[in-house]
């Protein structure tokens, strides 16, 4: 019964490599997101898909490229990965025109080496 | 545009006293005003949230929060603190109209000592 979950929850990758991270929610939302938590907590979003569609894609290097097959899935994959690459990804969902409550799922540790 | 300030990114109170974290906000249009929880190796959650309604807003755990707009603020506030409440807590804004673009504060880490 996870609202929004996330595979990997760890991942451990050397510099260069190519990587994915898999979102679903299972709300029924509108609207999902992609955010990036480094070591100081601080919350960026990176971006965001409205039924599809993107709608918000904040200046991240396009090595990042998200992906949504439909949805209720949210996908986020990164090319040649670097070292600055290491934090924690939050997908969450929200229902559209709602008072745009977010819903996050657990977090992908990504470390870089 | 839209943008929170968080004052205190460490907070500590002793169990059983009063918790009080600050958030002012700034925002062109009426925003929608939020307040998260993280604890440590999870995801955020939310505990309230204030969309125009009454300025006074109860959320989970006994937490609440006030708009002030003559102050830009809406500190969350907690009567007694407890040992679960541990945790780092977000403030949020999100501006009116068009798609739901939220921007969170760089968190404030609640301390709570036995």
């Known amino acids: 019964d996870t609202a929004v979950s996330q595979t990997p929850k760890y991942l451990v990758t050397q510099m260069g490599n190519d990587k994915s991270i898999k979102c679903e929610q299972n709300?029924?939302?509108?609207?999902m997101y992609w955010y990036k938590q480094d070591s100081k907590k601080f919350l960026k979003i990176m971006f965001s898909?409205?039924?599809?569609?993107?709608?918000i894609n904040e200046t991240v290097p396009n090595r990042f490229s998200p992906k949504s097959p439909d949805k209720a899935h949210l996908n986020l994959h990164i090319n040649s990965l670097e070292l600055g690459d290491s934090a924690v990804y939050f997908c969450?969902?929200?229902?559209?025109?709602?008072?745009?409550?977010?819903?996050f799922g657990p977090g992908t540790r990504l470390l870089v080496l | 545009a839209q943008s929170v300030t968080q004052l205190g990114s460490h907070v500590s109170v002793s169990e059983g006293a009063l918790v009080l974290l600050r958030c002012n906000y700034s925002s062109s249009v009426p925003p929608y005003l939020f307040w998260y929880v993280q604890y440590p190796n999870q995801g955020l959650q939310l505990l309230l949230k204030y969309t125009s309604a009454a300025t006074l807003v109860k959320g989970i755990n006994g937490f609440e929060a006030e708009f002030k707009k003559s102050e830009t603020s809406f500190h969350l506030t907690k009567p007694s603190a407890h040992m679960s409440d541990a945790a780092e807590y977000f403030c949020a804004v999100s501006e009116g109209g068009g798609y739901q673009k939220v921007t969170f504060g760089t968190g404030t880490k609640l301390q709570v000592i036995p």
């Open positions: 969450a969902s929200s229902p559209q025109r709602e008072s745009r409550t977010q819903y």
């Open positions: 709300l029924g939302h509108d609207t």
């Open positions: 898909y409205n039924n599809k569609e993107l709608i």
